[in-house]
């Protein structure tokens, strides 16, 4: 992991690692949270719809304790909404490196806010991004 200091974007898959309770994934859970704990970081409505949409779904919570995170997402950290500059810079990224619809989204997302990490365990670990954003799996 970098610099506590660092701005960085986390990817869904992460914060779901976090929130689990499957004793299978504790490694990652740890992992996940000591990231969240210790980085500066940037998120966008897509990371937060795709994390409320898996705890509705598979860990059945409630609409309490996903209003209740969704406050907690928007009080503790810096949250990016597309825009007209986002989804086009998203069809470029697409085009130039070959990133489905979604990661797009969230890589310009990122792009946006001038980070320099993204911690995601679905995307190509390593890769760097118009010579500025480069992915890690933290979980590798």
Not at 55 to 83: G, P, R, W
């Amino acid at each position: 992991m970098t610099e506590n200091n660092t701005l960085c974007f986390i990817d869904s898959n992460v914060w779901l690692y976090g929130f689990s309770t499957d004793q299978k994934e504790d490694r990652k859970r740890i992992l996940a949270k000591q990231l969240i704990k210790e980085k500066r970081i940037i998120i966008s409505t897509q990371i937060i719809n795709e994390v409320c949409r898996n705890l509705l779904k598979k860990h059945k919570l409630d609409e309490q304790s996903i209003l209740t995170l969704v406050k907690s997402f928007y009080s503790k950290y810096q949250v990016i909404s597309f825009n007209l500059n986002i989804i086009e810079s998203a069809s470029n990224i697409r085009t130039q490196y070959n990133i489905s619809f979604w990661d797009s989204l969230i890589v310009s997302c990122a792009l946006s806010a001038n980070v320099d990490i993204l911690y995601s365990e679905d995307m190509q670990d390593g890769l760097t991004l118009e010579r500025k954003l480069t992915i890690v799996n933290p979980f590798k």
